[in-house]
């Protein structure tokens, strides 16, 4: 992209752009280069294409080469811009958090329904391990209107970002923060509905066979260990002592994992799991339900209806 006397319109530099990022190698080359102009002109997508030939000024052009430039070297889109639609609102993401994906939108939706049957008062209490962003326990927040909940991670860094979310999304006061390695931090006798975890699920090997945008992503949201499900293992064998009876652990998971991660429930003492697909039909998240401390006749029956319904597909 030049600086010489070149009168760059909007339909001109979006090509160029284009040509450069498929030479680079970047999945969207056409999309990307129209999403960053849009960040840059303050516009509307649709608005490129009824001003395409609205030449851009010098300060616009400096601003795009520089995020053209980012781009360029696989920084993700997310970074760039500062911020990542989820669910109904937009999340200021950077380097520290991992950037939410449409399929953890699902499993917000899930827990959503969970949380209206579990608890019908609306008084649920949530709890989200490796919160980020905040995404997910912000989003349920925000759809619940009366549930409380807590975002646990061990990065400070990702807390500032999530507590800034709760912030504009105007959840703050029902919402509380904790830097803690999983369960460590967290009280025993605080007993809660939901727990809600997207961990890191990559096995560490693979993390190298990455796509470059999401190897940019924070390796410790990224690695799961030498199979994937370290944290599975943790989180599912410490949730019961932090559930309330009949309360419900759901789970993201990577590719081919959901079985294992089944059985790593069962085997921790749930009493029944489910699994839902992802919009590629990918089993995408576990749940599974805590038995009462007294079993009662019809539990069985109640527990498989409530994984029934929320892992129903719309």
């Known amino acids: 992209m030049s600086k010489s006397e070149t009168v760059w319109t909007i339909m001109k530099i979006i090509n160029w752009t284009k040509q450069y990022f498929e030479a680079k190698g970047v999945e969207n080359p056409r999309l990307d280069a129209e999403v960053l102009l849009c960040a840059v002109l303050k516009c509307q997508r649709i608005t490129l294409y009824v001003d395409f030939e609205r030449p851009l000024s010098e300060d616009e052009l400096s601003t795009y080469r520089q995020y053209v430039q980012r781009r360029g070297n696989f920084e993700p889109l997310a970074y760039i811009l500062g911020e990542k ?18 399929e953890t939108e699902l499993l917000v939706e899930s827990v959503v329904k969970a949380a209206n049957i579990l608890r019908p008062d609306g008084d649920a209490k949530l709890l ?9 326990i912000i989003s349920l927040l925000d759809y619940l209107p009366q549930a409380k909940g ?20 105007g959840v703050s006061d029902r919402i509380g923060f904790v830097r803690s390695d999983v369960f460590s931090k967290l009280p025993l006798e605080k007993k809660f509905d939901i727990i809600v ?45 932090h559930l309330a009876d009949e309360g419900l652990l759901a789970f993201e998971v990577g590719i081919n994992q959901a079985q294992e991660v089944q059985k790593l429930c069962l085997d921790a003492g749930f009493a029944q799991t489910a699994v839902r697909r992802d919009y590629a039909g990918i089993e995408r998240m576990v749940f599974a339900v805590k038995a009462k401390a007294q079993p009662q006749e019809g539990d069985e029956k109640k527990y498989a209806d409530l994984l029934l319904e929320i892992t129903k597909e719309l």
């Open 150 to 169: 807590v975002g646990v991670d061990i990065s400070v860094d990702a807390l500032i970002v999530a507590r800034e979310n709760a912030g504009r999304i």
């Open 85 to 102: 639609a989820f669910m109904r609102n937009s999340f200021k993401v950077t380097p520290a958090t991992l950037i939410p994906r449409p």
């Open 128 to 136: 989200d391990i490796g919160t980020g962003s905040g995404a997910i």
């Open 197 to 241: 975890s997207n961990p890191p699920y990559i096995p560490a090997a693979d993390i190298a066979k990455l796509e470059k945008d999401v190897q940019q992503e924070p390796r410790s949201a990224l690695d799961g260990g030498a199979d994937g499900l370290d944290f599975y293992r943790r989180i599912a064998k410490e949730a019961p002592a």
